[in-house]
């Protein structure tokens, strides 16, 4: 019964990844419990890494509960020791534990890595964004960048992150008239995957998310099912997405 229950998810995995026209999907069981799910995304996700990347690839991450689970299995999951791990943006309040900074941090001491911070605010004045760019450490990260061989992203909803972020009345109010759902990177995007509004933000760019060799979504649950599905209208041909049963089947119903 275990192997016919996964031989479905592998079949539920290649529907899916027809239907998002990305490169993979890897769907693991369940969904209801979502700290159980978490964890199973999160070893999927090291197994996938582990058959990728080797010593020295560079490693960026964001924040959320998702990929900082994929940070707590990491010590157990066969990854390359001597990789480099960097924060694709800055702090935010909330959870510590959740902090992009704090998951590169617990990935390069759970993999025998290191890690490179980016202490920023998440947000950032228009004004501050070109003199901190001129910043030794904000240059170093730039550069790594620059060479990210794969960045593991959650992917998030919109009015959720929002709030989270505690963003003014004005943009409450756009991201619901313009129907966002989805957030990524900073980028809060509609159903059909447009760009609704953009944190004034310095970290990983879209351009360069574009030429990263492995992007790697994590996400799960029947609420993300909408901002996956929304996520994916724009994102990168080579990304490969991790989610769950739950998840999975909410986005086959949807579209
Ligand atoms: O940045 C936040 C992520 O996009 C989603 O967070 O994994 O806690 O749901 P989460």
Redesign the pocket.
């Known amino acids: 019964p275990v192997i016919r229950q996964w031989t479905g998810l592998e079949d539920l995995g290649t529907e899916l990844c027809r239907k998002l026209g990305i490169q993979k999907v890897m769907v693991v069981p369940g969904g209801e419990d979502g700290d159980l799910s978490k964890r199973r995304m999160a070893r999927a996700a090291c197994s996938y890494m582990a058959g990728v990347l080797e010593k020295g690839s560079v490693v960026a991450v964001?924040?959320?509960?998702?990929?900082a689970a994929v940070a707590d299995e990491a010590a157990t999951a066969g990854l390359p020791e001597g990789m480099r791990f960097i924060a694709a943006r800055g702090g935010t309040s909330g959870d510590v534990k959740?902090q992009a900074n704090m998951i590169a941090a617990m990935l390069a001491a759970a993999t025998g890595g290191g890690w490179t911070p980016l202490h920023l605010p998440e947000t950032l004045a228009e004004t501050s964004i070109g003199p901190l760019l001129e910043e030794p450490s904000v240059k170093e990260a730039m550069d790594l960048y620059d060479r990210t061989d794969c960045i593991v992203?959650?992917?998030?909803d919109a009015l959720e992150?929002a709030r989270r972020r505690g963003a003014d009345d004005g943009t409450m109010r756009k991201l619901n008239a313009e129907d966002a759902i989805a957030?990524?990177f900073g980028y809060y995007l509609g159903r059909d995957g447009s760009v609704i509004h953009r944190l004034s933000t310095i970290g990983l760019s879209r351009s360069q998310i574009d030429r990263i060799p492995h992007p790697l979504a994590v996400?799960g649950g029947k609420e993300k099912a909408g901002p996956i599905l929304a996520y994916m209208k724009q994102a990168p041909a080579q990304t490969v997405l991790v989610t769950d049963e739950w998840a999975a089947r909410e986005i086959l119903r949807l579209s």
């Open positions: 964001t924040g959320g509960s998702t990929v959740s992203h959650g992917i998030g992150l957030e990524a996400a």
